[in-house]
Structure formats: C-alpha cells, structure tokens
C-alpha cells in the first residue's frame, strides 16, 4: 500500500506543477498571438523588434511549460493509481505526449520564423496550424480523458467534469475558428489544479486527525 506520507504530497505536487504549467503556457500563447499574429509578415523579417522580442520570450518559455505539463501530468496520474481504466489510461497519456510534441513542434517552428526570414511566413502559419490546430485538439482528448477518469473516481466534482468537456469539445470542433481559444486550456490546467491542491490541503487535517485517533485507539 501506498504511504500516507506519499498519498498527500501527491495532490499538492500535481496541483503546483499545474499552476505553473498553466502559467507559463497561457503566457507562451499571448507572446506567440501577439508576436505571430495572422496575416502579419512584420515579425519574420525582424523589422517589428517588439514582436521578435515577444516571439523569443515564448520560445525560452514553452521548454519549461512542457517538462511542468509532464510532472503535472505524471502527479494525475500517481493521484488516480491503481483505480484508472486502462484503455482510458493509455489515451490519457498518448494525448499528453503528443500534445508535449506538438507544442515543442509549433515553438520550433515559431523560431525558424526568426532565423530564416526567407521563410518566415511559411513558418509562422505552420507555427499557429500546429498550434491552434493539432496541438489543442490533443489537449482536448486529454480534458476529455481527465475528466472522465476524475468523475468515474470521485477526484473531480460535478461541475469540474462539465466543465472539462465543455472546455475538450470547444478545443476539439471549434478552437481553430476561434481567436485566442488555445488559453482554454491553461485555464482549464489552472482550475484543476487549484482544485486538486485545495483538495489535498484539506485531505491533510482530516488524515492527521484518523492518525491520532488509531493511534490513541
């Protein structure tokens, strides 16, 4: 059996990891929005330096929002246990893990955008198609996993579940439509997370109180 020393620092290293994944990705995606923006051709040739300057800054971010994601991701998964459906399970993780590669993906494109001007506008739209289309839709099937996995559990409320396929089915069929509906998904991240953190929080008191009651037992 797990330790219930184990059992409670799970929830609070999913929850921080979350937050700051969710912190650093939402602020990725205003700098790539902002210095990437559609039909602009200023950013590739270097001749808007605020722009640049934005680019660059979500390019030194998004490395760090993945290795959160993984920890915030692998913490979900060590909360959940034994109990995860398997078949749920795997494509909970597969869609983590793509999402990881396409976000890297879209930075690494985003970046040649700056270091081959000739090619700048090419790989600016591959940065945001690989972004808003392939990238987020991955993240849907991981909200979609999640939340089916907290609400068979218990681990989620009623309305964090609804509130995550909502979120998964507007990321899904409609989040390339939608200016700006990537930040959806650190929303979503940051909400969980604070949930989860607030939850083992207050798991904390109640476990130490059953400890000295069997102990006095």
């Known amino acids: ?16 990891a979350g937050i700051v994944f969710a912190v650093l ?26 722009r640049t ?18 920890w915030f991701m692998g913490a979900l998964r060590a909360r959940v246990g034994d109990a995860e459906d398997r078949f749920v399970a795997t494509v909970f993780m597969g869609s983590g893990l793509v999402f990881v590669a396409s976000l890297f993906g879209a930075a690494a494109a985003a970046g040649s955008a700056l ?4 090619t700048g506008e090419f790989g600016r739209d591959f940065a945001l198609t690989l972004l808003t289309t392939y990238a987020m839709r991955m993240a849907a099937v991981f909200i979609f996993t999640s939340s089916t996995i907290g609400h068979r ?32 998904f650190p929303l ?4 969980v997370s604070v949930h989860i953190l607030r939850a083992g929080l207050h798991a904390r008191p109640r476990a130490a109180t059953e400890t000295g009651v069997s102990g006095t037992a």
Do not use: C
């Open 1 to 16: 059996m797990e330790p219930k020393s184990d059992r409670l620092r799970t929830p609070r290293a999913a929850g921080l």
């Open 25 to 50: 990705l939402g602020a990725a995606i205003v700098l790539v929005r902002l210095g990437l923006p559609p039909g602009g051709v200023d950013t590739a040739d270097g001749s808007n330096p605020h």
């Open 53 to 70: 300057r934005a680019v660059h800054a979500a390019l030194e971010l998004v490395p760090f929002a993945g290795i959160f994601f993984l």
């Open 115 to 118: 270091s081959h001007p000739q």
């Open 153 to 184: 559990l218990g681990v989620f409320p009623r309305w964090l579940g609804v509130l995550g396929y909502l979120s998964g089915l507007v990321l899904l069929f409609a989040g390339p439509a939608i200016p700006w509906s990537e930040l959806i």
């Open 188 to 191: 979503w991240s940051l909400v």
